[in-house]
Structure formats: structure tokens, C-alpha cells
């Protein structure tokens, strides 16, 4: 068969796209691009001051290099606040996010306004970030770890109280009938047919944000709210750089730490 | 016939240990709670101080009602700013997320790039945003460059682990088809990696843009940009119906970002 | 001519499994040669050392005066070219159309853009629609490969392989698993379409009653060398102990006449059932 039978039996051409969906993949791919360098355009970015980045990060990196290991002793206290304020608001978290997750799961919910609420305060809680709130309570506390505390608290509510309320819905309707058919009151129904169906997910995702809120205390420290951060921003604003490094390994170590803790609780949960 | 009483199931069956939790949760709350108790591990705690906090709280409450929109300036070129450092930043993390992922895949590259690749992740994503950002301060100077740097790395290190993870989960049964037809590596990357991690990747780097927005309001706390340091600087000026507004407008931004994302990743599939 | 030589080939897995232990092979004329063996006897990496997708320790492997393993790794990929391969778990790229998984045969002809744009020269096209409607594909060229059923999918996956106008088929395991039917229909076509073509076949399989029936060689492994070497006619219970060790073969062996068809599906469908 020569290749021009060979052509009229099966076809040489053969597209993945039509011209019109080529056509729309590069119009995304300009827009997307577009977008970006606006972005970045109208940001007004002093392009030159990359000339000499790399000397100033050359300079920083020589005066981290070597850390000044004795400054670990003074780390410690510093430290362990920053796990205080962590594990504190953590548990605060709890006690606040439980009683909102069952306002804002619309199975536990008593009636839509309960409900609007309930997800009105997790939505505010989640909407404004650790260290905002960080300002706000430092304002309110003055200075120091209770305010870093209340601040992990009011970011974690929202995560910690979503999840829940997320599981809540989720939860197997048959149980909770059957204990209603006892004619038990409405506590009852909560804490014999549906606390036990979500305790896992409440445990695992406290385990979880405990996590998180450790990473997060070691920042709390810059807006004042105790921890390891206050330390930090002394030493960046006084160039004591090789302070600095010793601070960041040890944040290093916690943060490492606490990944492992959480994961290995959240293996033995599930 | 004795009526039985039932209990629900306890999450932890052994009495005992029941009481040792107890215990511990107990004795830690005494012992952090109180100040000096140990030193060292004690919180100093001003409880004095902590006690004003409600009637503080009340106070400022009622200075930063009503929220005052009038500056609006200030406060759209704030918000215009945030959002551009998001948009910037996705862009571009999402580009360095690709060679970083494909560097910390270890079913694609041999184990030194393997090991590079993974302890650019561990290091950048164990840092909280806030410290990246004040070292970009130092290096570049107050402004919206440190942050939207600060969001790259971010951005890079989160997108970049999660499509390392999944080319990892992929079947190695298609690369080693693709490779037994004489492909070479670029032409895996084209032909077996991307089709199969495209959605994925086009799912969490929206998810990303989200992130970078609510991230985007936090990073100018220590003066890399955007609607943070508009922020941070009427808390310090006492200017609390101003703060007030600046947060009412941040909690309006996230949301809408958020919706924005839900939908478009509803329309990815 | 082609000529595929293996010769005294070594393959000792890290962690000390030795899984080839000096296996002499040679292919000189267009054949289907059926490797079998039980599993562990190292038929898969066999196969998979000839193209190098696993590295032999020792041995060496000639195609077509070709030493395959002193390739570098640019001239591996032409060798690979030049050896079409199909897979148990067909391995087609799930999220890929019918027709770009076929085309994906050509990969080692085209440049990186035209692979990326999927740009193949019209010759490629048309062999491509060819294959599918001689795999009985037709129509289908638009379907996504994780759209497709089992058998369809290692259709494409015989189509990927004969796209790369191969010297030598190396198929592991291309029944294990489809069902019985499935499986002799896949059998069937693939050992045609080599025929037809004039491509020899190394194809492993674990079920020794396919084998015989579509083999015009079989070889047998055991302990990772080659424990036998002839026709069908010359499997004896003798040899499958040699090869598997002591078993009542007797109603395992069959002579692959017409009427045999019936009795082996059923004992194809014992077996399926014995694994399961």
C-alpha cells in the first residue's frame, strides 16, 4: 500500500484540541500572565534594590554563621512560653469552639438563627489571622503570654469549631434516633448520640491545630504577645545576628518536634 | 431482673489512666498558671494586669464604634496592595513550585537533588510566614517587595510538597511505560507527570491564592505592605475606629477570596 | 536479521535477591517465545533488563549487534525505541485520550515541543489510526484511557507498543490480569499481529496452557536460569516439575488442537478461581 492508499484509508491529521479550544488554553494562559505582571507592576517594586540583595544576604548569612550557642540557656524561658502559649490556647480552644461546632452543624442546631450565629463566629474567628488578633488582645492584656494565648485561641475556635461542625453533619443519623426514641432530652441526645460519633475528629483536629499554634506563637512575640518573638525582634532590631540563628534553630527544633508529636497522635487516633 | 445502667463508651477504657490525664491536664494548668511556681516553666502572668483586660476591652470596644470608613484612600490602596502581592505571589510560587516539587519527588530525581529538594521545603515551611517576612525586610526594606517575596516562598514551599507528594503516589507503572518508549526525562515530565498532576496542581495553587490573600493582610505587620501595615499602624496610633474598619474590610476581603476559590475549584472538577 | 543475544545475565536485587543467575537467550527469526516459569523465577526482570528499565549486574545482552549494556543513557533511549513493550497493568497514561496514549509509541522520534503539543508527522498519524482499528479501536480515539475497560486498555497498550515499529516485543504478563476470555482474545491478536508484522515476541506468562497454545517457543525459567528451551509439543510433565517443581500435570498439558479450546478456557477458569 503506498502512502497515498494508506492516506485515504486512515487519516494523517489528528488534533487533541479544536483551533477554538487552542485558541481559549493561550487566552488563558496570556490572562493568567497578564494578571501576575500587573500585580506586580502596580506594586512599584524598586527593581535595583535586587543589584545588591545578594551582598546584603551574603552579609547577613556571615554575621548568623557562627551562632553564639551560649545564648541557648537564655532561650529556654522564652521558649517554653512560646509551647505555654501554644498548648493554653489550645485548650481554651476547646472549651470555646465545642458548644459553637454544635450551633453551627445544622443536624444540632436548635433553630436558624442559632445557626447563623454559630457560623458567623467561626467565619469572623478564621477571618482575621493569629497575629491580628495578637494586636487586638495585647491592646486589651497589655503585654505578655495572655494575650498571645487569648490570640491562639480566637484564630483556632474557627478552625478547630469548622471541622467539627463539618463532622457533626456528617454524623450517622440512625444512632441519633434511636437515643431520641428513648425520649431522652436534648443534652442527652448530645452527649450519648453524637459526642461519641465525633470524638476522633475532635481529638485529631485539636492535635492538629496544636500543631499550627505552635509555629504561630513563635511570631505572636513581634506585635508584643509573648513567646520566643518578643527575643527575636530585639535581636533583628539590634543586629545581634548571630543571636538570631541560635533563636531560629531553636525554632527549628520545636516546630520539628511538635510535627512529629502531632503526626504520631494522629496515627494512633485513626 | 436488675436493670442494667448503660454508660456511652469512653474514649479511654482503663480508669486509671483516665485519672492520670486528669491529673496532667490539672497539674499542668496549676503549674503554668502561677506565676513563680517554677520558675522558669511558671507563665509570669500579671493576673492584676489581666483582670483590667475586661473593662479595657469594653473601652476600646466602644472607641472603635462606629468603624470609620472615611479615610478611604488610605485604606483602598491598602487592600489594592494586598491584593496584588496575593495575585503576584501565587503566580510565581506556583511557577518555582514546579521545580521544587519535581526535585522533592523521589520516584523522579536521584537522591542528592532528592535531599536539596527536601530541605528547601523543610526549611521554608517551618518558618512562619511573619519571620520570612522580616528578614526580607532587612534585606529589601520596608514595602510591599518584602511581602510579596515573603508569599513566593510561602507559596513555593506549600504547592511545591503537595505535588511532590503526589507524583510520588503516582503509579510507577506509567513512567516506566513512557520511559520504555526511549523517552527522555523532559518528555516524561510532559507526557506521564503533567496529565496526571495538572488538576491537582491548578486545585491547590487557587487554594494557594486564597491562603496568600488572608497571609497577604498579616505580612505587613512588620512592614512588608499591604493592608497589615495600614493596620498595625492605627493600633499604634490608638486609632481604633479606623481599626475596625481596616478589619471589617479584611474579614469582607477573605471571604470574598475564599467564595472566589471555592467556585473556581467547583468548576476544576 | 535480527538478533537478540542474551548471555550469562546477573541480576542480584539490593538486599541480596538473586533473580537471574547466568541466563544464556537467544531469538535469531521472527517467533513468539512464551517465558514461564513460577513467580519469582525472574522472568519480569528479564524482560525488563533488556530494555534496562532495570539494570543488570552482569551478562551481557546484544540486539542487532547492539550492545544494549554498554548503552549511555542517550543511546539506551534509541535502543528503547527499538523495543516495544506492553505491561500487565497496561500502564497507559490514565488521564491521556486513546489516541495520545498510542502516539506515545513515537515519543523517542519526536522533539520535546512537538511532544508537548502533540504534533506528530501525518505517516505517524495514519499508522496510529491503523493500529487502533486493527486492535478494534476504531471510534474510539477521543475516549479517555481510564474511560476504557480492561481489555481495551491493553489493546491501546498493544497499539502504544507496535506504534514504535519495534524489532522485538517484550511483554510481561499481558493476561494476568483479565479474565479468561479477555485474556486469549488478547493473546490471540497480540501473537497476529507479531506475526503479521514479523516482529518476534518474548512474552511472559504465568498460565502455562496459553502459553502452549500460542508460543512457537517456549523457555522456562527456574532459579533464574533457563531450566527449558523447545516447542509446545515437547512440554512434558518431566519438564514443568523441572520448571515448578513436583505437581500432577496431567490435566494441565494439552495438545493445542481445536478441540481443546473448551477444556482449556475451563481450566483457565479453574485457575482464575484457584488464585482468587
Same mark, same amino acid.
Given at each position: 500500500?503506498?502512502?497515498?492508499?494508506?492516506?485515504?484509508?486512515?487519516?494523517?491529521?489528528?488534533?487533541?484540541?479544536?483551533?477554538?479550544?487552542?485558541?481559549? %488554553?493561550?487566552?488563558?494562559?496570556?490572562?493568567?500572565?497578564?494578571?501576575?505582571?500587573?500585580?506586580?507592576?502596580?506594586?512599584?517594586?524598586?527593581?535595583?534594590?535586587?543589584?545588591?540583595?545578594?551582598?546584603?544576604?551574603?552579609?547577613?548569612?556571615?554575621?548568623?554563621?557562627?551562632?553564639?550557642?551560649?545564648?541557648?540557656?537564655?532561650?529556654?524561658?522564652?521558649?517554653?512560653?512560646?509551647?505555654?502559649?501554644?498548648?493554653?490556647?489550645?485548650?481554651?480552644?476547646?472549651?470555646?469552639?465545642?458548644?459553637?461546632?454544635?450551633?453551627?452543624?445544622?443536624?444540632?442546631?436548635?433553630?436558624?438563627?442559632?445557626?447563623?450565629?454559630?457560623?458567623?463566629?467561626?467565619?469572623?474567628?478564621?477571618?482575621?489571622?493569629?497575629?491580628?488578633?495578637?494586636?487586638?488582645?495585647?491592646?486589651?492584656?497589655?503585654?505578655?503570654?495572655?494575650? &498571645?494565648?487569648?490570640?491562639?485561641?480566637?484564630?483556632?475556635?474557627?478552625?478547630?469549631?469548622?471541622?467539627?461542625?463539618?463532622?457533626?453533619?456528617?454524623?450517622?443519623?440512625?444512632?441519633?434516633?434511636?437515643?431520641?426514641?428513648?425520649?431522652?432530652?436534648?443534652?442527652?441526645?448530645?452527649?450519648?448520640?453524637?459526642?461519641?460519633?465525633?470524638?476522633?475528629?475532635?481529638?485529631?483536629?485539636?492535635?492538629?491545630?496544636?500543631?499550627?499554634?505552635?509555629?504561630?506563637?513563635?511570631?505572636?512575640?513581634?506585635?508584643?504577645?509573648?513567646?520566643?518573638?518578643?527575643?527575636?525582634?530585639?535581636?533583628?532590631?539590634?543586629?545581634?545576628?548571630?543571636?538570631?540563628?541560635?533563636?531560629?534553630?531553636?525554632?527549628?527544633?520545636?516546630?520539628?518536634?511538635?510535627?512529629?508529636?502531632?503526626?504520631?497522635?494522629?496515627?494512633?487516633?485513626? | 431482673?436488675?436493670?442494667?445502667?448503660?454508660?456511652?463508651?469512653?474514649?479511654?477504657?482503663?480508669?486509671?489512666?483516665?485519672?492520670?490525664?486528669?491529673?496532667?491536664?490539672?497539674?499542668?494548668?496549676?503549674?503554668?498558671?502561677?506565676?513563680?511556681?517554677?520558675?522558669?516553666?511558671?507563665?509570669?502572668?500579671?493576673?492584676?494586669? *489581666?483582670?483590667?483586660?475586661?473593662?479595657?476591652?469594653?473601652?476600646?470596644?466602644?472607641?472603635?464604634?462606629?468603624?470609620?470608613?472615611?479615610?478611604?484612600?488610605?485604606?483602598?490602596?491598602?487592600?489594592?496592595?494586598?491584593?496584588?502581592?496575593?495575585?503576584?505571589?501565587?503566580?510565581?510560587?506556583?511557577?518555582?513550585?514546579?521545580?521544587?516539587?519535581?526535585?522533592?519527588?523521589?520516584?523522579?530525581?536521584?537522591?542528592?537533588?532528592?535531599?536539596?529538594?527536601? =530541605?528547601?521545603?523543610?526549611?521554608?515551611?517551618?518558618?512562619?510566614?511573619?519571620?520570612?517576612?522580616?528578614?526580607?525586610?532587612?534585606?529589601?526594606?520596608? &514595602?510591599?517587595?518584602?511581602?510579596?517575596?515573603?508569599?513566593?516562598?510561602?507559596?513555593?514551599?506549600?504547592?511545591?510538597?503537595?505535588?511532590?507528594?503526589?507524583?510520588?503516589?503516582?503509579?510507577?507503572?506509567?513512567?516506566?511505560?513512557?520511559?520504555?518508549?526511549?523517552?527522555?526525562?523532559?518528555?516524561?515530565?510532559?507526557?506521564?507527570?503533567?496529565?496526571?498532576?495538572?488538576?491537582?496542581?491548578?486545585?491547590?495553587?487557587?487554594? @494557594?491564592?486564597?491562603?496568600?490573600?488572608?497571609?497577604?493582610?498579616?505580612?505587613?505587620?512588620?512592614?512588608?505592605?499591604?493592608?497589615?501595615?495600614?493596620?498595625?499602624?492605627?493600633?499604634? $496610633?490608638?486609632?481604633?475606629?479606623?481599626?475596625?474598619?481596616?478589619?471589617?474590610?479584611?474579614?469582607?476581603?477573605?471571604?470574598?477570596?475564599?467564595?472566589? =476559590?471555592?467556585?473556581?475549584?467547583?468548576?476544576?472538577? | 536479521?535480527?538478533?537478540?543475544?542474551?548471555?550469562?545475565?546477573?541480576?542480584?536485587?539490593?538486599?541480596?535477591? @538473586?533473580?537471574?543467575?547466568?541466563?544464556?537467550?537467544?531469538?535469531?527469526?521472527?517467533?513468539?517465545? *512464551?517465558?514461564?516459569?513460577?513467580?519469582?523465577?525472574?522472568?519480569?526482570?528479564?524482560?525488563?533488563?533488556?530494555?534496562?528499565?532495570?539494570?543488570?549486574? =552482569?551478562? $551481557?545482552?546484544?540486539?542487532?549487534?547492539?550492545?544494549?549494556?554498554?548503552?549511555?543513557?542517550?543511546?539506551? $533511549?534509541?535502543?528503547?525505541?527499538?523495543?516495544?513493550?506492553?505491561?500487565?497493568?497496561?500502564?497507559?497514561?490514565?488521564?491521556?485520550?486513546?489516541?495520545?496514549? *498510542?502516539?506515545?509509541?513515537?515519543?523517542?522520534?519526536?522533539?520535546?515541543?512537538?511532544?508537548?503539543?502533540?504534533?506528530?508527522?501525518?505517516?505517524?498519524?495514519?499508522?496510529?489510526?491503523?493500529?487502533?482499528?486493527?486492535?478494534?479501536?476504531?471510534?474510539?480515539?477521543?475516549? @479517555?484511557?481510564?474511560?476504557?475497560?480492561?481489555?481495551?486498555?491493553?489493546?491501546?497498550?498493544?497499539? @502504544?507498543?507496535?506504534?514504535?515499529?519495534?524489532?522485538?516485543?517484550?511483554?510481561?504478563?499481558?493476561?494476568?490480569?483479565?479474565?479468561?476470555?479477555?485474556?486469549?482474545?488478547?493473546?490471540?491478536?497480540?501473537?497476529?499481529?507479531?506475526?503479521?508484522?514479523?516482529?518476534?515476541?518474548?512474552?511472559?506468562?504465568?498460565?502455562?496452557?496459553?502459553?502452549?497454545?500460542?508460543?512457537?517457543?517456549?523457555?522456562?525459567?527456574?532459579?533464574?536460569?533457563?531450566?527449558?528451551?523447545?516447542?509446545?509439543?515437547?512440554?512434558?510433565?518431566?519438564?514443568?516439575?523441572?520448571?515448578?517443581?513436583?505437581?500432577?500435570?496431567?490435566?494441565?498439558?494439552? %495438545?493445542?488442537?481445536?478441540?481443546?479450546?473448551?477444556?482449556?478456557? %475451563?481450566?483457565?477458569?479453574? $485457575?482464575? =478461581?484457584?488464585?482468587?
Amino acid at each position: 500500500m503506498t502512502r497515498e492508499q494508506h492516506a485515504r484509508r486512515y487519516p494523517e491529521v489528528w488534533r487533541r484540541f479544536t483551533p477554538k479550544e487552542t485558541l481559549i %488554553r493561550y487566552l488563558w494562559f496570556a490572562a493568567v500572565a497578564f494578571i501576575a505582571a500587573w500585580s506586580l507592576q502596580r506594586l512599584e517594586i524598586p527593581w535595583f534594590y535586587f543589584l545588591d540583595a545578594h551582598t546584603q544576604a551574603g552579609d547577613l548569612l556571615s554575621r548568623m554563621v557562627p551562632p553564639y550557642w551560649g545564648f541557648f540557656a537564655e532561650v529556654a524561658g522564652p521558649l517554653i512560653e512560646t509551647v505555654h502559649i501554644a498548648t493554653l490556647g489550645t485548650v481554651i480552644t476547646v472549651l470555646v469552639a465545642l458548644p459553637i461546632a454544635f450551633l453551627a452543624a445544622r443536624n444540632t442546631t436548635p433553630n436558624a438563627l442559632t445557626w447563623f450565629i454559630g457560623r458567623f463566629l467561626l467565619v469572623a474567628s478564621r477571618s482575621v489571622n493569629t497575629v491580628v488578633w495578637g494586636l487586638i488582645f495585647v491592646a486589651i492584656f497589655g503585654p505578655g503570654a495572655m494575650a &498571645g494565648i487569648w490570640s491562639i485561641a480566637a484564630r483556632s475556635v474557627g478552625f478547630v469549631g469548622k471541622l467539627i461542625a463539618e463532622a457533626i453533619e456528617e454524623i450517622d443519623r440512625g444512632t441519633v434516633e434511636a437515643v431520641e426514641a428513648t425520649g431522652a432530652s436534648r443534652l442527652q441526645v448530645l452527649l450519648i448520640g453524637v459526642i461519641p460519633q465525633v470524638l476522633p475528629v475532635i481529638y485529631g483536629t485539636i492535635v492538629y491545630r496544636w500543631d499550627i499554634n505552635i509555629r504561630e506563637s513563635t511570631v505572636l512575640g513581634f506585635v508584643g504577645a509573648g513567646g520566643i518573638g518578643i527575643m527575636l525582634y530585639a535581636s533583628i532590631n539590634q543586629f545581634a545576628w548571630h543571636e538570631v540563628s541560635v533563636m531560629l534553630i531553636a525554632i527549628f527544633g520545636i516546630v520539628v518536634v511538635s510535627e512529629f508529636v502531632s503526626a504520631t497522635v494522629r496515627g494512633r487516633i485513626t | 431482673m436488675t436493670a442494667q445502667q448503660w454508660r456511652p463508651p469512653r474514649f479511654i477504657e482503663s480508669p486509671f489512666a483516665r485519672f492520670a490525664l486528669t491529673s496532667v491536664v490539672v497539674g499542668y494548668l496549676v503549674v503554668s498558671l502561677t506565676p513563680g511556681l517554677v520558675p522558669l516553666v511558671s507563665l509570669e502572668i500579671d493576673w492584676g494586669r *489581666t483582670g483590667e483586660g475586661l473593662s479595657r476591652a469594653a473601652d476600646m470596644f466602644a472607641r472603635m464604634v462606629p468603624p470609620d470608613f472615611s479615610r478611604l484612600e488610605l485604606l483602598y490602596k491598602g487592600l489594592r496592595e494586598s491584593v496584588q502581592m496575593a495575585l503576584a505571589a501565587s503566580f510565581f510560587g506556583m511557577l518555582l513550585a514546579i521545580p521544587l516539587g519535581l526535585m522533592s519527588a523521589r520516584n523522579l530525581v536521584p537522591l542528592p537533588v532528592y535531599l536539596l529538594g527536601r =530541605s528547601l521545603l523543610g526549611v521554608t515551611r517551618t518558618f512562619h510566614e511573619v519571620i520570612i517576612a522580616i528578614f526580607f525586610v532587612k534585606i529589601f526594606g520596608f &514595602g510591599p517587595l518584602a511581602g510579596v517575596l515573603t508569599l513566593i516562598v510561602a507559596s513555593m514551599s506549600f504547592i511545591g510538597k503537595m505535588l511532590a507528594e503526589d507524583i510520588e503516589n503516582m503509579p510507577p507503572g506509567q513512567l516506566e511505560a513512557i520511559k520504555a518508549t526511549g523517552a527522555s526525562f523532559p518528555k516524561l515530565l510532559v507526557y506521564a507527570v503533567q496529565p496526571q498532576m495538572l488538576p491537582r496542581y491548578l486545585g491547590v495553587s487557587i487554594y @494557594r491564592l486564597d491562603a496568600n490573600i488572608r497571609h497577604s493582610t498579616v505580612v505587613g505587620i512588620v512592614g512588608a505592605g499591604g493592608i497589615g501595615q495600614v493596620l498595625a499602624a492605627s493600633f499604634s $496610633r490608638y486609632d481604633y475606629d479606623f481599626s475596625l474598619a481596616i478589619l471589617l474590610t479584611i474579614v469582607t476581603l477573605v471571604f470574598v477570596g475564599e467564595f472566589f =476559590s471555592n467556585w473556581v475549584r467547583g468548576r476544576l472538577r | 536479521m535480527l538478533m537478540l543475544s542474551v548471555s550469562k545475565l546477573v541480576k542480584t536485587y539490593p538486599g541480596g535477591v @538473586r533473580a537471574l543467575n547466568g541466563l544464556d537467550l537467544t531469538v535469531d527469526t521472527p517467533q513468539v517465545v *512464551t517465558v514461564i516459569g513460577s513467580s519469582g523465577a525472574g522472568k519480569s526482570t528479564l524482560i525488563r533488563c533488556i530494555n534496562r528499565l532495570v539494570e543488570p549486574t =552482569s551478562g $551481557r545482552i546484544v540486539l542487532n549487534d547492539l550492545d544494549v549494556t554498554a548503552l549511555s543513557r542517550r543511546g539506551l $533511549r534509541r535502543a528503547r525505541r527499538r523495543m516495544g513493550m506492553i505491561f500487565q497493568e497496561y500502564n497507559l497514561v490514565e488521564r491521556l485520550t486513546v489516541m495520545e496514549n *498510542t502516539l506515545s509509541g513515537r515519543l523517542g522520534y519526536v522533539n520535546f515541543w512537538q511532544a508537548y503539543r502533540r504534533k506528530y508527522s501525518p505517516p505517524d498519524i495514519a499508522r496510529a489510526f491503523e493500529l487502533l482499528h486493527r486492535v478494534g479501536l476504531d471510534g474510539y480515539e477521543y475516549t @479517555r484511557a481510564d474511560a476504557l475497560s480492561g481489555g481495551q486498555r491493553q489493546r491501546v497498550g498493544i497499539a @502504544r507498543a507496535l506504534m514504535q515499529q519495534p524489532d522485538l516485543l517484550l511483554v510481561d504478563e499481558p493476561t494476568a490480569s483479565l479474565d479468561p476470555k479477555t485474556a486469549r482474545q488478547i493473546m490471540r491478536l497480540l501473537c497476529k499481529l507479531a506475526h503479521e508484522n514479523g516482529t518476534p515476541a518474548l512474552i511472559n506468562i504465568h498460565d502455562v496452557g496459553l502459553a502452549q497454545e500460542f508460543a512457537d517457543r517456549i523457555v522456562g525459567l527456574a532459579d533464574g536460569v533457563n531450566a527449558f528451551d523447545g516447542t509446545a509439543d515437547e512440554l512434558t510433565p518431566e519438564v514443568l516439575n523441572a520448571i515448578y517443581g513436583e505437581e500432577d500435570w496431567s490435566k494441565t498439558i494439552n %495438545r493445542p488442537t481445536a478441540d481443546s479450546n473448551k477444556k482449556m478456557q %475451563r481450566d483457565g477458569l479453574e $485457575r482464575e =478461581s484457584a488464585a482468587g
